[in-house]
């Protein structure tokens, strides 16, 4: 019930349902993942996250993935605008949904936007501890994104932004791997931006997962898209090429992991070859500590959180396996076990940690703390040699009023 008094300009809001109870249906555009081209690691690691999030035991308030290591709580994805993070979130959810509709669980949908930043002091930080309580409810699944996060959340250092945008990176700060986090299982956070590079370091680091969302790649990728947006009203042949052949998400991911062998970041790849350099081949803990130490002299935000991400991601590769959509086609088949028959189940398909494995992890995560510190100082190199030029431009002006005596 909603009772507005009029002349005190005052509105008397009833009380909300509370999340995992009767609720309204989730209405949103749901993607299939054959409808995604390119983006092979975001779309994989998506798949994986939604049958995980439901392997989740509401009797014991607990996930076995929890335990057993590899549960993704909070991940960030980055790519230049249009390249598909708004499509991926269509997919997790859609997909996500679906399975609870099968083992008839409630699933929470949220998304924290520009919208909830309030002009009122404390207030936006309300609207995001909120936001964070209905993501984590456990009675629910849930999954909580926040678009265009560096929009939302300001740096620190940022003295030109909001009051309330300190607020809600402080609250998403405290909320993600804060002393009093406690991760069940049952919910994930995804944070996306355009540029990656603004937002807050700590609360970057926060983030257990980078997914790269660069779009179509590869030419085959640019044939695959054209034809699947452009329909089938139309009689143009195809040419020389078979349509799909290289979104076949397992022969695309293993490519995709394969070119991590390496670092890919100009940067990094510097640093590896030093090391090689000096120590040969990677193939004991003591060369990855080394390794890791000499990435941490290069990038001093390459820090101890750093390496428990990246950890937690291998953990997440040795679990990386690929529960059998029958588990999920029937409620009793999985969802509905035990969590100790549950955690047997997942537990026969762990595979063990590899070295390639490892370095391939390494890579692809200090690849991205790279990526994110050249973004930055592209940036601000761009900007000292605008202001010069405006400068030189101003000094050629101020000449010419002098010669005409207006100066």
């Not at 849930?142 to 560096?150: H, K």
Request: hydrophobic share 40%; aromatic share 10%; charged share 25%.
């Amino acid at each position: 019930a909603h009772i507005r008094i009029e002349q005190d300009d005052f509105t008397l809001s009833g009380f909300d349902v509370a999340p995992g109870q009767k609720r309204k249906p989730l209405t949103m555009t749901f993607k299939k993942p054959e409808e995604i081209i390119g983006n092979h690691i975001a779309k994989y690691q998506a798949m994986k996250l939604a049958k995980m999030l439901v392997a989740y035991d509401f009797e014991r308030q607990l996930n076995p993935f929890v335990e057993l290591g590899g549960f993704l709580f909070t991940f960030i994805g980055d790519g230049m605008p249009g390249t598909g993070k708004t499509i991926l979130i269509q997919m997790l959810a859609g997909l996500v949904n679906g399975y609870c509709q099968t083992a008839g669980y409630a699933f929470h949908y949220e998304n924290f936007g520009v919208d909830q930043i309030s002009s009122y002091q404390g207030k936006s930080g309300q609207n995001c501890k909120e936001f964070v309580n209905n993501v984590i409810n456990p009675k629910a699944i849930g999954f909580g994104t926040i678009d265009d996060v560096d929009q939302v959340a300001a740096k620190r250092s940022d003295d030109r932004a909001s009051a309330g945008q300190h607020e809600v990176t402080a609250v998403l700060m405290e909320s993600f791997a804060g002393a009093s986090t406690v991760v069940r299982g049952n919910c994930t956070f995804g944070m996306f931006s355009n540029y990656p590079e603004n937002v807050d370091d700590a609360l970057r680091q926060r983030a257990g997962a980078r997914w790269l969302v660069d779009g179509p790649q590869t030419e085959d990728d640019y044939i695959d898209i054209f034809a699947m947006l452009v329909g089938k009203n139309h009689a143009i042949p195809l040419g020389g090429h078979t349509l799909f052949e290289g979104q076949e998400i397992k022969r695309a991911v293993s490519t995709s992991y394969g070119q991590h062998a390496k670092p890919q970041e100009d940067g990094l790849l510097a640093v590896w070859e030093m090391h090689e350099k000096e120590h040969g081949a990677i193939k004991t803990l003591a060369d990855i500590g080394a390794y890791l130490h000499r990435i941490k002299i290069a990038e001093p935000r390459f820090t101890g959180r750093a390496v428990k991400n990246i950890t937690d991601a291998i953990k997440m590769r040795a679990m990386d396996v690929e529960l059998p959509d029958d588990w999920f086609a029937t409620a009793g088949a999985f969802m509905h076990k035990g969590y100790d028959e549950k955690k047997a189940m997942i537990e026969e398909l762990r595979g063990p940690i590899t070295m390639e494995m490892v370095l391939q992890e390494i890579n692809r995560y200090a690849d991205s703390e790279f990526r994110y510190t050249d973004k930055s100082d592209d940036a601000a190199v761009s900007d000292i040699i605008r202001r010069e030029r405006q400068r030189e431009k101003a000094i050629h002006e101020i000449e010419t009023m002098k010669a005409e005596g207006r100066w």
